[in-house]
């Protein structure tokens, strides 16, 4: 896909459609004005025909029959512009996209409906959208309309309108959102790649690989890849109980990016990489473990934003770090009541085998701890039901007892337009993971169940600055909107990318 940058007035775009975005009420707007005027009243009559109000989502397209240089004008809704941010910037520029396509149309000109200083913010969002909005996951379809190339190659912005030939700091500008925004999508799709793979395909062996490739990729990412002896060594008894019920080997991987200079801070992203989960001994039902390929979102996420981070750059030293393994049932499979040693030398009773993921994430999190010893550690995981009961299936849970950290991070998350909310770390709900024969038990009561979730990982964290993050909701979705088809979204690549590569 090409991105190109256009100053001429849009009345005068040749290309095949012409789309603009409009805030409301229709004929408030003047390019929807300027461009009804040529169009001798057509497009306001088509518009109070197909009862088109400038809601979001909503789009109107019209033939100019040579009237003008474009082929056809498209009109798409973005509601009130107090409310416009990345996720509505998004998801217009996916319609966009996705009716060039639907109409054959070849070339885009889009008037980007937000100037001034948050301009070069709608270019890398409007790019991702595009991006983001062509996504298909088709690779198992036979039918042609799966095989079928998008006619759309190129798509132009329309950042002035008056014909200016932009300033030399201008084209630097908007040529790094642009670069900002394919990054970003790039990674974001390569997520929803990894995560809708079906389980047979994505194990932990192959997701190892893909850490390499992307290593491979960049001189400054290196990456290594433990088996289950040095894992054993190391002392991870959590993550090697839950592997031990599969046939296929776990796989502990760990990438570094490294800054040309001196590193300001070393920041470490550890995700959660059941590629399959059973629930073990405590099995889910069938329709439960329906979408449990989707269990290593969290690894999906910390591994493919690691390919943006390098391609944009950060001032931080990076380390991605996925223990990733398949939870199944086995005559080898670790069982309720068992107790295990972590590495942290912590001593755990098992009272759900399906609370699988803190375990692994134990370990893992004191292998950051003690191996890497950052400044700040984040965790991305589908850890709990207990999270999408409290937020809903589109809200990220964050916890953490570092306020400046929390702080930061949802800060990250407000401008990339991913919906995370702070839940509480209460630590009176510590009491629920006691355990009459070990250190803790995995699991607490019924209520809560997130925030004792949380409150176990921080065990394992103990004095670091750390945030905690489950995204068990929007990891993956049923409902698509335009930016975001049904399957694995990529969550929390976008917030990582801009909170490691923000100045």
């Known amino acids: 896909m090409e991105f190109r940058h256009v100053t001429d007035p849009a009345p005068k775009a040749a290309c095949d459609l012409l789309a603009f975005a409009v805030f409301g009420d229709p004929s408030k707007d003047a390019h929807f004005k300027a461009i009804d005027h040529l169009l001798k009243g057509a497009l306001a009559d088509a518009a109070k025909t197909e009862s088109f109000d400038g809601k979001p989502q909503q789009s109107l397209t019209f033939w100019t029959h040579g009237t003008l240089p474009a082929r056809r004008v498209l009109v798409v809704g973005l509601g009130s512009k107090t409310d416009v941010g990345a996720p509505a910037l998004r998801d217009a520029a996916a319609q966009v996209a996705q ?48 095989k079928k190339t998008p006619s759309l190659t190129t798509f132009a912005m329309i950042t002035d309108g008056k014909g200016k030939k932009p300033t030399v ?55 290594q890849v433990l088996g289950p002896k040095k894992c054993e060594q190391l002392g991870m008894g959590m993550f090697l109980a839950v592997a031990r019920g599969s046939e296929e080997e776990p796989r502990f991987i760990h990438m570094t990016y490294k800054p040309k200079k001196k590193a300001k801070k070393k920041i470490a992203l550890i995700g959660k990489g059941l590629t399959f989960d059973s629930g073990g ?42 223990a990733c393994c398949e939870n199944l049932v ?61 937020l809903g299936p589109f809200t990220a849970g964050v916890m953490s007892d570092h306020e400046p950290l929390a702080k930061a991070w949802l800060a990250a998350a407000e401008r990339t337009g991913e919906d995370m909310w702070r839940l509480p770390l209460n630590p009176r709900l510590r009491d629920q993971l006691k355990s009459p024969i070990a250190d803790m038990r995995n699991t607490g ?49 976008a917030t990582i990318v801009d909170y490691v590569t923000h100045r």
């Open 445 to 493: 009561d019924r209520f809560g169940g997130a925030i004792t979730a949380g409150l176990f990982l921080k065990a394992f964290a103990k004095d670091t600055p750390w945030v905690h993050v489950d995204i068990a909701g929007p990891a993956a979705v049923t409902g698509a909107r335009p930016a975001v088809p049904r399957g694995g979204t990529g969550f929390a690549v």
């Open 330 to 390: 086995s005559g080898r499979a670790y069982k309720l009541g068992d107790i295990l040693k972590s590495m942290d030398g912590l001593t755990v009773e098992i009272n759900n085998t399906d609370a699988e993921g803190r375990l692994t994430l134990g370990d893992a999190i004191t292998y950051v701890r003690t191996k890497i010893e950052p400044d700040e550690m984040f965790d991305f995981a589908t850890l709990t039901g207990a999270c999408m009961v409290a």
């Open 281 to 322: 001994y405590s099995l889910k039902t069938s329709q439960g473990m329906e979408d449990m390929k989707v269990d290593m979102s969290g690894a999906a996420a910390v591994i493919s934003a690691m390919d943006a981070i390098a391609t944009l750059g950060s001032e931080h030293e990076i380390h991605v770090v996925a």
């Open 169 to 223: 700091a201008q084209a630097k500008a908007f040529d790094a959102a642009v670069t900002r925004g394919q990054a970003v999508a790039a990674s974001v799709c390569r997520a929803r790649d990894l995560v809708n793979e079906p389980a047979a395909a994505m194990t932990p062996t192959v997701l190892a690989a893909e850490a390499e490739a992307i290593a491979k990729k960049h001189p400054s990412v290196t990456v």
């Open 99 to 146: 009716i060039a396509n639907k109409v054959s149309a070849a070339s885009v000109a889009f008037v980007l409906p937000l100037s001034g200083a948050r301009e070069a913010m709608a270019v890398q969002h409007t790019v991702e959208g595009v991006l983001m909005g062509m996504y298909r996951f088709n690779r198992y379809l036979t039918s042609e309309d799966a």
